[in-house]
């Protein structure tokens, strides 16, 4: 099997730059935020590139990656879906959210992490102490997550407990909520519609979680038009 060394990563890395998009660099740093460089690379490609580091020894990449650009930390988080053991898995996880600043890297590698539908117990535990961490994205990496692999029978009341404890102000965590909360109401209504009516989420929080629903093709007027009248002023 293949595995990492410097050489090799340094090949990968010009690779990287090769595929550099200007246009799309441009437009990407008007909607993301980060401390890292910006190559310019479209995330499919981004995920092409991912799924042939799995089939090589993806350990010996993670322990050899670095964090120079935005788009090798992203590449780090995708391959870490393809890890298959539970416990190597969230080791990895935890080790790269500590790098995530801005949404695009939180957003785009939890959507890949399809091993928490299979181990949803564990990654629960690990839920719990992001949404505790006093890191912005971590908070939101532990919202994101529920929002992508939670909102079902077995949690949807875990889940309202889970962010009416959230007292936060930032910005991403708050907006992550209210994505959440939309999501809710669309899969369980009746139970969402109840928490809307005794929830403890601010007022920023819950006037967005309201305008999120209403926007939604997916939620009748009817609802909508009683959603609108539940806004705080």
């Known amino acids: 099997m293949f595995i990492w060394n410097d050489l090799n990563y340094k ?8 595929l550099s998009d ?8 008007k909607l993301i935020t980060t401390k890292y460089k910006m190559i310019g690379i479209r995330v499919p490609l981004i995920r092409n590139i991912a799924k042939k580091i799995s089939k090589t020894d ?7 990656v670095k964090s120079n650009s935005y788009e090798e930390v992203l590449l780090e988080g995708i391959v870490i879906s393809y890890i298959k053991d539970i416990d190597i898995s969230i080791k990895y996880f935890n080790k790269f959210i500590k790098k995530i600043d801005n949404w695009a890297l939180c957003d785009i590698s939890i959507s890949s992490m399809k091993i928490v539908n299979n181990y949803k117990d564990k990654y629960f535990i690990q839920i719990k102490k992001y949404l ?7 908070v939101r990496v532990g919202i994101v997550l529920l929002l992508n692999y939670y909102i079902d ?5 875990s889940i309202f407990i889970l962010i009416d404890n959230i007292n936060r102000e930032e910005y991403y965590i708050n907006m992550a909520i209210a994505w959440l909360v939309s999501i809710c109401f669309i899969k369980y209504r009746k139970k969402t519609y109840n928490y809307l009516k005794r929830n403890k989420l601010n ?3 819950y006037n967005k979680s309201i305008q999120k629903i209403i926007e939604s093709y997916r939620v009748s007027n009817e ?9 705080r002023r």
């Not at 090949?11 to 090769?18: A, G, I, M, R």
């Not at 993806?58 to 050899?64: A, E, Q, T, V």
């Not at 029978?153 to 009341?157: E, G, M």
């Not at 909508?224 to 009248?229: A, H, Q, R």
């Open 132 to 138: 505790n961490s006093k890191d912005e994205f971590i």
């Open 58 to 64: 993806i350990i010996s990449f993670l322990n050899i």
């Open 11 to 18: 090949k990968l890395v010009t690779y990287l730059n090769n």
């Open 153 to 157: 029978s077995k949690y949807i009341d």
């Open 223 to 231: 609802d909508k038009i009683i959603l609108k009248k539940m806004k």
């Open 22 to 29: 200007n246009n799309y660099k441009k437009f990407n740093k």
């Open 203 to 205: 007022k920023f929080t």
